[in-house]
């Protein structure tokens, strides 16, 4: 399967899932071996690299940001948050996110106090609707494929 259609099969994925979201569907949590918090349910895992928006380190050459893989592992997707299992353990709290994008290949997330994050993922609109649902209660439509 080519890049484009790749691309096209997850914006499909993601519209369904807007779609059966908008028909007042319910999502069931599925059991993952993560500590939750009380009330706190997973509704999804996939595998992700984290990237960050940071300064290239090139000796003698001016700092240049670029976007830079930082970890890579198991993503889980709970109501209350975004779980990396990696080499070091992530917990992005929806609580702390000030904006969220998505591209075909990736959530762009700006989090309080932190460069932004990349969560690169396959399908990442699929992940990203789900994200906005289960954060604010939001029924997003991904972007179309130019």
């Known amino acids: ?37 009380p009330a706190e349910h997973c509704f999804g895992t996939c595998p992700v690299r984290v990237e960050q928006w940071l300064p290239s380190t090139y000796p003698g050459a001016p700092p240049v940001l670029q976007w830079r893989t930082i970890d890579a ?49 396959e399908p990442a609109p699929y992940w990203f609707v789900m994200f906005r649902w289960l954060a604010y209660r939001e029924l997003v439509q991904p972007p179309p494929l130019d």
């Not at 890049?3 to 028909?23: M, T, V």
């Not at 889980?76 to 992530?90: E, I, K, P, Q």
């Open 1 to 37: 399967m080519t890049r484009r259609a790749q691309q096209r099969s997850a914006l499909a994925a993601a519209r369904a899932l807007a779609q059966w979201l908008g028909d007042e569907a319910r999502l069931e949590p599925v059991d993952v071996p993560l500590a939750l918090q």
């Open 73 to 121: 592992g198991q993503l889980y997707l709970t109501d209350h948050r975004f779980a990396v299992a990696g080499r070091s353990w992530v917990d992005i709290w929806f609580g702390q996110i000030r904006l969220s994008e998505c591209d075909p290949e990736a959530l762009l997330l700006h989090v309080a106090g932190t460069a932004p994050l990349r969560l690169v993922t």
